[in-house]
Nanobody, 129 residues
Framework: QVQPVESGGGSAQVGGSLRLSCTAA?????????IGWFRQAPGNAREAVAA?????????YYSDSVKGRFAISQDNAENTVYLEMNNLKPEDTAMYYC????????????????????WGQGTQVTVSS
């Protein structure tokens, strides 16, 4: 059980962009079939933002609130998963968590079930308004 480590958070203006990165030791992200990003804003429940099932043929999952603005990608050679966030809005302000497979929250990526239970410590994203 290797904990992912997020980076790339910070402050951005409305309409700006940020790129979050997530990596883990021992090639865990490379070997995981399910890679996802979640976020939790103050006073709100944690929600899935974007996720991929790397062994399947379905398109990535995106929440309705970020669809068309965020993009998830994976670099197996670097053992890293990215979340490209564009056209940021104030409601994107949250703590963002990277997650890999493990016993925990289930998310359906098309027809593929993914259990996310290996969480990073989070990286804060703040969008000015």
């Amino acid at each position: 059980q290797v904990q992912p480590v997020e980076s790339g958070g910070g402050s951005a203006q409305v309409g700006g962009s940020l790129r979050l990165s997530c990596t883990a030791a021992s090639g865990y992200i490379y070997s995981s079939n399910c890679i996802g990003w979640f976020r939790q804003a103050p006073g709100n429940a944690r929600e899935a933002v974007a996720a991929v099932y790397t062994s399947g043929g379905s398109t990535p999952y995106y929440s309705d609130s970020v669809k068309g603005r965020f993009a998830i990608s994976q670099d197996n050679a670097e053992n890293t998963v990215y979340l490209e966030m564009n056209n940021l809005k104030p409601e994107d302000t949250a703590m963002y968590y990277c997650a890999a497979a493990g016993p925990g929250e289930r998310l359906w990526i098309g027809p593929y079930p993914c259990d996310f239970g290996t969480w990073g410590q989070g990286t804060q994203v703040t969008v000015s308004s």
